[in-house]
């Protein structure tokens, strides 16, 4: 079996196995490096009560974790499911080489979870957006990033 199908089969396994187990929904993802397997993820929105516990940022963690970085150059990600914007997100901040996945956007909206709402939004004014975005007195703020800009050894990511 090529390592590409080996991997995307382990990503869908655990969307079967966790999604019967109640945890959330039919998402799974598996990340890998030198090609081991070294962060599992699944859906885990309902066990967890945690909306942001969708596969891929499950496996992000996980992978992170195993490694001790907070980034992941060198892994690729397979994921049951493209992934959705919050994920997407997530997977850009860690930086993989490559993003594999099986089910697409689409398919994923045809079972409820349609995402397409989100795409739409960030193309909105803030004023327009469902959930207003309303920028308030930055002064205090700003303060803590110009302590952050100064500070000796900060790390930029």
């Known amino acids: 079996m090529v390592m590409t199908e080996k991997f995307m089969k382990e990503a869908v396994e655990l ?10 929904g039919p ?3 598996v990340i890998v490096k030198n090609k081991k397997i070294i962060g599992k993820g699944w859906n885990n929105v309902l066990k967890s009560r ?32 493209e992934p959705c914007p ?11 080489d490559r993003v594999f996945y099986a089910n697409t956007r689409e398919d994923a909206a045809a079972l ?11 193309k909105l004014p803030f004023e327009e957006r469902k959930i207003p975005m309303i920028a308030l007195d930055k002064s205090e703020a700003k303060k803590v990033f110009e302590i952050w800009k100064n500070k000796e050894g900060n790390t930029s990511y």
């Open 112 to 122: 409820g979870f349609d995402d397409s709402f989100i795409y739409q939004e960030m």
């Open 50 to 81: 945690d909306p942001t516990a969708h596969a891929e940022m499950c496996a992000i963690r996980d992978a992170c974790a195993n490694l001790d970085t907070n980034q992941l150059e060198g892994c690729d990600i397979y994921s049951s499911c």
């Open 86 to 96: 919050m994920c997407l997100g997530a997977i850009y901040w860690a930086r993989p």
């Open 27 to 29: 998402f799974g993802c």
């Open 15 to 24: 969307s079967k196995k966790h999604m019967e187990n109640g945890d959330g």
